[in-house]
């Protein structure tokens, strides 16, 4: 009796450990190696590729600005594209050593510091300008007391002649003296802040390096 009740327990036993295995199965599914994986919630997220990985600025451009006109980014391509040389660092710190250079030979009348960096059309006006001044007994004191800063404002290809414009904001005391000395124009004792826009260019199918100021203004109102 007591081995048939025994026999009947194991039995049972047996029907409820596979009713229970099937049930787990029916809810945690089988594993047939193309179910989706769980991820580790303490792994690190995988790096996901950015459309901007394959943007190389281009200088003073910011690559995630939409808004930027596709002419001008071309033209800015093509120079570096035409001159692979062409470093914007490099650049600037020549366009500010003659934004220093040209301002003090044009306050002492120097022409002849002036020529080596200007082209022909915009000497002429230089040097009428420092004519009507030199004939006028007048006299022009200009010290550049900091800079601001000193920014690509824009690049435009002619052909192979390229031309860049640089925005320079500098502090500058600025007089204008008659030939007694007193002041025509401007205050010695007056700090000015004074936005200029210089144009420089360079054919960059000759061998010649050197880049040549072509215009200068003050950015319109």
Do not use: C, Y
Not at 119 to 130: C, H, K, R, V
Not at 205 to 210: E, K, L, M, V
Request: aromatic letters at 8%.
């Amino acid at each position: 009796m007591g081995d048939g009740s025994a026999l009947f327990e194991i039995i049972l036993f047996a029907i409820l450990a596979g009713f229970l295995v099937f049930k787990l199965r029916g809810v945690l599914g089988k594993r047939t190696g193309h179910e989706e994986r769980h991820s580790d919630p303490f792994s690190p997220a995988p790096e996901k590729a950015s459309p901007s990985d394959n943007v190389i600025p281009l200088p003073g451009r910011d690559p995630g600005d939409a808004e930027q006109p596709d002419g001008e980014l071309s033209e800015a391509m093509r120079l570096k594209m035409a001159d692979p040389s062409f470093d914007e660092i490099e650049f600037l710190k020549g366009a500010r050593t003659a934004f220093e250079w040209v301002v003090d030979a044009f306050a002492k009348g120097d022409r002849d510091g002036l020529a080596p960096l200007l082209t022909d059309d915009l000497m002429s006006a230089f040097a009428g300008a420092m004519d009507a001044r030199e004939q006028a007994g007048e006299t022009q004191e200009t010290t550049i007391t900091s800079f601001r800063s000193a920014l690509i404002n824009d690049v435009h290809m002619d052909g192979s002649v390229a031309h860049v414009t640089v925005e320079f904001i500098t502090d500058q005391v600025k007089v204008t003296r008659a030939a007694d000395g007193s002041v025509v124009d401007g205050d010695p004792d007056k700090i000015e802040t004074v936005t200029d826009l210089w144009t420089f260019e360079r054919d960059i199918a000759t061998q010649d390096p050197n880049w040549h100021l072509v215009a200068t203004r003050v950015p319109e109102e």
